[in-house]
């Protein structure tokens, strides 16, 4: 696990105009909150962010990479997430929000380089503690808590100064979610 971390910041150090899919060097210099303000399809991960109050942390000079469910996503358990949402589950929110953050600044070019210098999935943890495995077939990246919750890596990353956002088709559920 500490391996694939290792692999995966070390690549995380690449040059920016070496073809990051996400766009112009005008984009890295808003923060990840900024950038994910600017996309609408992400709407409902930025409101979990904020209901959860982590969303200020998006602003600052730490560097993540936000696994950030597309608002499909979010339809897909409409009844959940709307609970999810309310004061009396934010613990429960909580919970939920860190399972997508992950320390550093990881592109989905980096996580394609770990794969194929591991030779399979690598492994990296997120802030809540939880390990997500990251595979690949074909050209389509995966990502899996452990706990029985997947997701495939949707669409264009988004690079900003402090990080990145790469949208997920599903919501990773931890396992163990505390009591509100």
Request: hydrophobic share 40%.
């Amino acid at each position: 696990m500490v391996a694939s971390l290792v692999v995966l910041s070390a690549c995380s150090k690449t040059d920016e105009s070496a073809g990051e899919p996400s766009g112009t060097r005008a984009e890295h210099t808003k923060t990840l909150a900024e950038s994910l303000a600017e996309m609408p399809d992400l709407s409902q991960f930025g409101t979990a962010l904020e209901t959860a109050q982590l969303g200020s942390i998006f602003d600052g000079p730490g560097s993540y990479t936000l696994l950030a469910p597309t608002n499909a996503a979010f339809t897909a358990i409409a009844d959940e997430a709307t609970v999810l949402m309310t004061e009396e589950q934010r613990p429960v929110l909580v919970a939920v929000v860190r399972e997508h953050i992950l320390p550093g600044h990881l592109t989905t070019g980096n996580i394609s380089q770990a794969i194929d210098s591991k030779g399979g999935p690598v492994t990296v943890t997120t802030l809540g503690g939880t390990d997500v495995t990251f595979s690949r077939i074909g050209d389509v990246i995966t990502v899996d808590n452990g706990a029985g919750s997947t997701a495939t890596l949707a669409g264009p990353e988004a690079i900003a100064s402090n990080g990145t956002i790469i949208p997920l088709d599903a919501i990773l559920i931890p396992e163990e979610q505390p009591d509100a």
